[in-house]
């Protein structure tokens, strides 16, 4: 199994729609930055439906050595840089984040980035569950946007 760090969209979706549980059986460890904790503190603080602490008692808090200044410079979130960051250190990890730019910045950096619908077609190919078509639908209501296009490409990459 692999080893995963992540940002703060993947375990809100994936929370969202009732999957967190997904992580624990798809990856080793996972490694969640305290920054990525501090957003979801955050979260709940402002009332926002997202996982605490105690739902990701599987996941191991760590902290980056080091975080580079230029990706500062860019629209990225914290948890992001912090993520990414950690990843720089540990590139045998899979990195899961969402959002474009972050994905598009870790990829040139060589970092292996999966997102949450990698997740989803991960879960389904390793026989986790046995259709994702109704869990996309769920990130759709909760809030992640995707086109209509990486909907239907997921769907077929996932034999629906």
């Given at each position: ?43 709940q ?11 990701l008692a ?17 629209d ?35 970092l ?19 259709e994702?078509?109704?869990h996309v639908e ?8 995707m ?13 629906e």
């Amino acid at each position: 199994m692999l080893d995963a760090i992540s940002n703060t969209s993947p375990l809100v979706y994936t929370y969202r729609i009732g999957v967190l549980n997904w992580w624990t059986q798809l990856f080793s460890t996972v490694w969640v930055p305290q920054q990525v904790i501090d957003e979801l503190q955050a979260g709940q603080n402002y009332g926002y439906d997202v996982p605490n602490r105690n739902d990701l008692a599987w996941a191991e808090i760590v902290e980056p050595r080091h975080m580079p200044s230029e990706w500062f410079a860019l629209d990225l979130g914290l948890g992001e840089v912090a993520a990414m960051s950690v990843a720089l250190d540990h590139p045998e990890r899979v990195l899961v984040l969402d959002d474009l730019l972050a994905r598009r910045t870790a990829q040139t950096a060589g970092l292996n980035v999966w997102g949450t619908l990698k997740i989803l077609l991960e879960a389904k190919s390793q026989g986790i569950t046995t259709e994702i078509a109704s869990h996309v639908e769920k990130l759709q209501i909760s809030g992640m946007y995707m086109s209509e296009g990486i909907k239907r490409r997921v769907l077929q990459l996932a034999g629906e």
